[in-house]
C-alpha cells in the first residue's frame, strides 16, 4: 500500500523588473530590492483529497486573488485545474501532481513559480459496476454487464454464479444465461468475482431482477402416427401413437380418451390403440388432457378423416376362420399340448386334490389340471345339452347368497368361496411366448350382470416363491355390461410382498355383451411374458377375429416357475361376490401350448380330434 503523505516543493524563481528606465545602478538596485516568493503544496497524495497550492512572497501579496494557479499530472497541465485547491482525481490515481502560479508581488514584480511533483497519488481500489440487461422472463435471456473504468478490468479472470431467491443456479456460469422455468416466480441476480487492472481481487453482486413471468402458453398440437412414426392405415389391426406436440412441453401424466365416434372406448387411458374389428366403418378419435410444464392446462384433440376399414393390415392382426362346430371336421397335426381338456371323458383329474368339494373328478382320466377349486357339490358338472364339440363339456356354477357357507370358516369367505375353476399346469419359464385356447358359453339367464360388477372367468396367474403372498393375477379376463376387459401387471423384483406387484394396466375388448350370450364364444389367447422389460405383449382373438394387440409392455413376475392358466369364475371383490344372482357358464376345448413354431391353430377350438384316449 501506498502511504499517505504532505508534499512541500521547492521554488524556482525568475524575476522581472517592473517600472522606470533607470541606469544600470538603478537597475541593479532595484534586482537587489526584490525578494524570490515560495509555492508549496498541502494535504494528502490520494485519491479524493484535495490539495492546496500555499504563495507566500517577503514582498507582500496584497492582490493574492490575482493569483493564477495551473496544476499539472506528471507535468502535464490538467484542463481546469486552475483554483488554489485541488481534488485529486481518479485519474491521478498512480501520477505525480504539481502545481504552477503566476502573479504580481506588491513591489510590481512578476513572479512565475512552480512546485516540485508529489510523490505518486496512492493506488487504490475503486469498485466496478455489474448490472443485468434483458427481460425477466422464462425463455429469455439475461446478460451481466461488467465495468470497472477506475482500475480497468482483466477479462480473462472473471467468474460468474448466478442467483434465483438467492440460491446457486447449477450449471450455469457464463455471461448470458437463459432463463429457465425452474426460475420462474424467482428473483435473480449474479456475483462476479475478478481481478482489476491494478491487481485488486473484487466481489460484485448486482441488484435482483423482478420475479422471473413464465413463458406464454403455447396450444399443444396432437398427431396420430403408427408405431413406426408414419401416417396410419385406418384398418383393422394398425397400431396407433397418439403424439403431442407442446411447446411448452409435456412432463406430467398425460390422460388419453380414445373414441369411437363419439363413443368413449373405456379403459384406453394410454398413449396407444390398436384399431378392433369392433372399430369397423367408424371413426377414432383421441382426446388428451394433461398441465404442461409451465402449468397450463391443455385439452386438445386430434380425429381421423377417414373411417376404419375391414381389410386388415399384414401380418397383424390375422383373423382365422371359426373351427367346425360340426363332428367330422378334418384334425389337424399339432404341437404337444402343455395343458389339454375337452372333458371328453365326463370328468377331470388334477396332480393335486384338495378342498371340500371335487364334483366330477375321476382318478382314471389323465392329470390334465394342476388342481381344482370349486365352491360348492354342483360347481363341476359334465355337461351333455350344451358342447362346443363331441360329447361333454363343463358346467361350472356358482351360488350365491350365502357364498362362503361352504368351505372352512361359514363366517368368512375365502378363496375358495369364490371359485368354480380349473387350474392348468405352469408355463416353461417366466419369459415364455405360449398360446392359450378354449371356448365359453354364457347363457343368458343364469349370469346377468348389474353395473360394477365384473367376474372373471380366464386368467394367467403367478406362481409364488416361497414367502411371497399370492398376488393380483398378471392376466385377467373379465366381463361387465358394457363387454370384455383385460387386466394385466409385472414385477421385476424376485422378491416382494405386495399383493399387487410393480404395476398394473387394463383395457377393454368393446364388445355388445348379448351378443356373445347363449352361443359358444371361441376364444385364443397369445402372450409373452416379461416382467423386466417393456418387451412383452397380449393378443386375443374371439371367434377368430383379432380384438387386441398390446404390444410393449411388462407382464409377468419375477418367480421360480411360469405363469399357470386358470378357467371358470372367479368372483373377485365385495361387489362380484355379494351379487343377487348365481353364476353359471359353460366350457370346452381347453388347450394350452407352448413352443416356437405354434399358432393359432395349436390351441384354437373347433380343431379337436374327438378319437378318446
Known amino acids: 500500500m501506498y502511504k499517505t503523505i504532505f508534499t512541500v516543493s521547492v521554488l524556482t524563481l525568475a524575476l522581472a523588473a517592473c517600472g522606470g528606465n533607470g541606469s544600470n545602478k538603478q537597475d541593479e538596485e532595484t534586482q537587489l530590492n526584490n525578494q524570490q516568493g515560495s509555492l508549496s503544496i498541502s494535504g494528502e497524495a490520494k485519491y479524493g483529497a484535495t490539495l492546496n497550492a500555499i504563495v507566500s512572497d517577503p514582498d507582500g501579496l496584497s492582490n493574492s486573488e490575482n493569483i493564477k494557479y495551473q496544476w499539472k499530472r506528471d507535468s502535464i497541465n490538467i484542463a481546469g485545474a486552475n483554483s488554489k485547491s485541488y481534488q485529486i482525481q481518479k485519474e491521478d490515481i498512480n501520477t505525480l501532481v504539481s502545481v504552477s502560479v503566476n502573479y504580481v508581488d506588491d513591489k510590481g514584480f512578476n513572479a512565475s513559480l512552480n512546485t516540485v511533483q508529489t510523490t505518486k497519488v496512492l493506488l487504490v481500489n475503486l469498485p466496478g459496476l455489474v448490472t443485468l440487461q434483458g427481460s425477466a422472463k422464462q425463455g429469455q435471456m439475461l446478460e451481466a454487464n461488467l465495468s470497472d473504468d477506475n482500475n480497468g478490468l482483466d477479462e480473462s479472470s472473471v467468474s460468474l454464479v448466478w442467483y434465483a431467491d438467492s440460491k446457486i443456479i447449477p ?34 453482486v448486482s441488484d435482483e431482477t423482478a420475479a422471473v413471468e413464465k413463458i406464454d402458453n403455447s396450444q399443444g398440437v396432437l398427431s396420430v402416427t403408427d408405431d413406426a412414426g408414419n401416417n396410419p392405415s385406418w384398418k383393422v389391426g394398425t397400431s396407433l401413437q397418439a403424439n403431442i406436440s407442446d411447446l411448452n412441453q409435456v412432463l406430467a401424466e398425460v390422460d388419453y380418451y380414445w373414441y369411437r365416434n363419439d363413443d368413449l372406448i373405456f379403459e384406453n387411458n394410454q398413449s396407444t390403440y390398436t384399431i378392433l374389428a369392433a372399430d369397423i366403418d367408424k371413426k377414432i378419435s383421441v382426446k388428451a388432457e394433461y398441465v404442461d410444464a409451465d402449468g397450463y392446462s391443455e385439452s386438445v384433440f386430434y380425429q381421423s378423416s377417414q373411417n376404419v376399414s375391414s381389410d386388415p393390415s399384414e401380418p397383424n392382426p390375422q383373423n382365422y376362420p371359426v373351427g367346425d362346430k ?70 361350472l356354477y356358482w351360488q350365491h347368497g350365502d357364498p362362503g357357507k361352504w368351505n372352512d370358516d361359514p363366517n368368512k369367505i375365502d378363496n375358495v368361496d369364490r371359485k368354480a375353476m380349473l387350474h392348468g399346469r405352469n408355463a416353461k419359464t417366466i419369459t415364455s411366448t405360449f398360446w392359450h385356447g378354449f371356448s365359453v358359453y354364457f347363457p343368458s339367464d343364469e349370469i346377468q350382470l348389474k353395473d360394477g360388477e365384473n367376474p372373471l372367468f380366464f386368467q394367467l396367474h403367478g406362481a409364488p416363491d416361497s414367502g411371497e403372498p399370492g398376488r393380483q393375477p398378471p392376466l ?25 406387484g410393480e404395476g398394473r394396466d387394463k383395457f377393454q375388448i368393446p364388445v355388445n355383451l348379448a351378443e356373445y350370450q347363449d352361443r359358444w364364444v371361441d376364444f385364443v389367447i397369445q402372450v409373452r411374458a416379461n416382467p423386466f422389460e417393456e418387451k412383452g405383449f397380449i393378443k386375443i382373438w374371439i371367434d377368430g377375429k383379432q380384438m387386441a394387440d398390446r404390444t410393449n409392455i411388462q407382464i409377468g413376475y419375477n418367480d421360480d416357475k411360469g405363469l399357470y392358466p386358470s378357467w371358470g369364475w372367479y368372483f373377485t371383490g365385495t361387489i362380484n361376490v355379494n351379487r343377487d344372482t348365481d353364476g353359471t357358464m359353460y366350457l370346452d376345448e381347453i388347450r394350452h401350448v407352448e413352443a416356437d413354431d405354434a399358432s393359432y391353430y395349436d390351441v384354437a377350438p373347433g380343431y379337436f380330434s374327438l378319437i378318446k384316449e
Open 476 to 500: 385377467a379376463l373379465t366381463m361387465q355390461t358394457d363387454g370384455f376387459y383385460v387386466g394385466y401387471g409385472w414385477d421385476s423384483r424376485k422378491f416382494n410382498t405386495s399383493t399387487s
Open 326 to 395: 360340426l363332428i367330422g371336421n378334418n384334425p389337424i397335426d399339432r404341437v404337444e399340448a402343455i395343458s389339454e381338456e375337452s372333458f371328453e371323458h365326463g370328468g377331470w383329474n388334477a396332480g393335486t386334490i384338495n378342498g371340500n368339494y371335487n364334483p366330477g373328478h375321476d382318478a382314471s382320466i389323465p392329470k390334465q389340471f394342476r388342481f381344482t377349486q370349486f365352491q360348492n357339490p354342483d360347481s363341476f358338472k359334465a355337461e351333455t345339452n350344451v358342447t362346443r364339440l363331441g360329447d361333454y363339456s363343463a358346467k
Open 171 to 204: 450449471n450455469k456460469d457464463s455471461k448470458i444465461i437463459k432463463l429457465e422455468r425452474d426460475q420462474v416466480g424467482k428473483k435473480v441476480s449474479v456475483e462476479v468475482s475478478y481481478v482489476d487492472g491494478h491487481g485488486y481481487y473484487e466481489t460484485l
